[in-house]
T-cell receptor, first 113, second 112 residues
Framework: DGGITQSPKYLFRKEGQNVTLSCEQN?????MYWYRQDPGQGLRLIYY???????QKGDIAEGYSVSREKKESFPLTVTSAQKNPTAFYLC????????????FGPGTRLTVL | QKEVEQNSGPLSVPEGAIASLNCTYS??????FFWYRQYSGKSPELIMF????GDKEDGRFTAQLNKASQYVSLLIRDSQPSDSATYLC????????????FGTGTRLQVTL
């Protein structure tokens, strides 16, 4: 089955800790994205990557970091510098440049205790 | 600031009726438009996309695009209780590569 997987589904973090959210896709898509969703708000872009070993900041990149060492994987680290990290985190992918239909993974719900 | 505006709802329609969801956007240079459905606690699912002015139909769903008026709409015919969800409008803006800007969504309730 082709698709996007995210793990874990739920994640609890103490203040001051860094955590890494996993995103893997087997769709052979070139582009991958990370969004954050807060209650009553739309999706906000954190980082995106159009090819391996390259990524760009989105609209709310502060306090987050990413890597893209493999085409299939785009992990997101939420650092202690992110002041309000509690949110629903969504990973998406698309075929590549010029093809904009994005498909989402099931999401990770992060709660800071 | 490029914006995508949606009425948050809830929009309540009876089963079997037509649901009409609207979205306006701020940049005339916008090129591609997407509708996603999101059930509570789940991730968004792509329903339709439209690039050209006019209507595009897919089953019970019709997307309508009017670039001159800067709005895009989604019609759901024969609405079913299973259509109850939040519908997100997304727009790609000129010069933003593969980035999408999302609206906050309209919550649709289909009543029995």
């Amino acid at each position: 089955d082709g698709g996007i997987t995210q793990s874990p589904k739920y994640l609890f973090r103490k203040e001051g800790q860094n955590v890494t959210l996993s995103c893997e896709q087997n769709l052979n898509h070139d582009a991958m994205y990370w969004y954050r969703q807060d209650p009553g708000q739309g999706l906000r872009l954190i980082y995106y990557s159009q090819i391996v070993n390259d990524f760009q900041k989105g609209d709310i990149a502060e306090g987050y970091s990413v890597s893209r060492e493999k085409k299939e994987s785009f992990p997101l680290t939420v650092t202690s510098a992110q002041k309000n990290p509690t949110a629903f985190y969504l990973c998406a992918s698309s075929i590549g440049t010029g093809v904009l239909e994005q498909f989402f993974g099931p999401g990770t719900r992060l709660t800071v205790l | 600031q490029k914006e995508v505006e949606q009425n948050s709802g809830p929009l309540s329609v009876p089963e079997g009726a037509i649901a009409s969801l609207n979205c306006t956007y701020s940049d005339r240079g916008s090129q591609s438009f997407f509708w996603y459905r999101q059930y509570s606690g789940k991730s968004p699912e792509l329903i339709m996309f439209i690039y050209s002015n006019g209507d595009k139909e897919d089953g019970r769903f019709t997307a309508q695009l009017n670039k001159a008026s800067q709005y895009v709409s989604l019609l759901i015919r024969d609405s079913q209780p299973s259509d109850s969800a939040t519908y997100l409008c997304a727009v790609s803006y000129t010069g933003t590569a593969s980035k999408l800007t999302f609206g906050t969504g309209t919550r649709l309730q289909v009543t029995l």
